[in-house]
């Protein structure tokens, strides 16, 4: 029963990114500009599918997600901090980069992956935490990215910071229909609103093409990335892959949080590096070829992780 509920949540999933993988390799799909399939996934169609899911979901289910945003918020921000760190004192990278870095390394891929492993293992119920978190990881690490490397760049380049950095990156982060469609649909579940029939269907038809094309611009992202392996590599995999579930699990266990919660934290964790720090890097200029081969590496290696992740936490 576990192997079939493995391969269920795993086969589709890389079957997909592969094709996006060749698609990009193969030159059928132009790998190196893809604003056009981004634009698709992360304004429309997944902003489309997560506020459907969460304005549709009953009151308690909404604030049954509390104890997975306080565990993967803490998570993302304990392997961003602590990446930030490494890499400034072992490998004396700039700040930009380390910054980017950290956000590839804490950051998991919710939309690619998570969306529908989450809806695979949990049920159409999993599309709800991965809107939380989403929402979760772009409030607090991105605008933070956003800071670090408006500020180093203006550094670089002489030019005066900008007088409000931090309110100028939250700002920016909050315009995001990714950012602001979640926490809509969650305002308006909490009130107790319901949402119209004939407007959930009309969202319902584009956010049904979230997961997939999402996987596909993964692919067709990281086919354009060459891959590097070398120590930074292998150890930004360990801390994706390994160390982010494991600081979750830390967690989960010394809050106490109820088995199903415990369960999507630790699940959303253990999701591979998401490709936001690559977009990052190719749009300031940075070092976009390390980024790419630690999402590579991470998300390769997240076939043998999340399978052991899925195995132990699925319920027998």
């Known amino acids: 029963m576990t192997s079939n509920v493995i391969l269920m949540a795993l086969v589709p999933v890389f079957f997909v990114l592969l094709l996006g993988f060749v ?68 490998f004396a990278v700039t700040r930009s980069d380390a910054s980017v870095q950290a956000l590839t390394v804490g950051f998991p891929n919710l939309a690619g992956v998570g969306l529908p492993i989450l809806s ?13 978190a989403l929402a979760t990881g772009s409030i607090l690490v991105s605008p933070l990215t956003l800071v670090i490397v408006e500020m ?20 920016r982060a909050l315009v995001k229909p ?9 305002v308006l579940s909490l009130s107790g609103m319901n949402l119209d029939p004939l407007v959930h269907a009309c969202l319902t038809l584009i956010g049904n093409a979230a997961a997939g094309v999402a996987l596909f611009l993964t692919g067709l992202v990281l086919s354009a990335q060459s891959l590097r392996l070398n120590w930074r590599v292998v150890a930004a995999t360990g801390a994706a892959d390994v160390m982010r579930p494991l600081v979750a699990v830390a967690i989960v266990y010394g809050l106490h949080l109820p088995p199903d919660a415990a369960r999507t934290a630790i699940l959303l964790a253990a999701l ?3 490709f936001f720090g690559i977009l990052f890097a190719v749009n300031y200029r940075l070092d976009s070829a390390t980024i790419g081969s630690m999402v590579i590496a991470s998300t390769g290696f997240s076939i043998v992780t999340l399978a052991i992740a899925i195995a132990v936490l699925s319920p027998h």
């Open 23 to 90: 698609a990009g390799k193969a030159r059928i799909v132009d790998n190196s500009h893809v604003e056009g399939l981004n634009a698709l996934v992360m304004d429309f169609a997944l902003p489309a599918s997560l506020f459907a899911a969460t304005a549709s979901a009953p009151r308690d289910r909404i604030t049954e997600q509390a104890p997975v945003f306080l565990v993967f918020g803490v998570t993302i921000l304990v392997i961003y901090v602590g990446w930030y760190w490494f890499e400034r004192t072992f």
């Open 120 to 132: 695979t293992v949990l049920g159409p119920t999993g599309v709800v935490p991965v809107a939380v």
């Open 152 to 171: 180093s760049v203006a550094k670089t380049r002489g030019a005066a910071a900008p007088s409000h950095p931090v309110l100028m990156a939250v700002r």
């Open 178 to 186: 990714v950012v602001w469609a979640p926490a809509l649909g969650i």
């Open 272 to 274: 591979p590096s998401g």
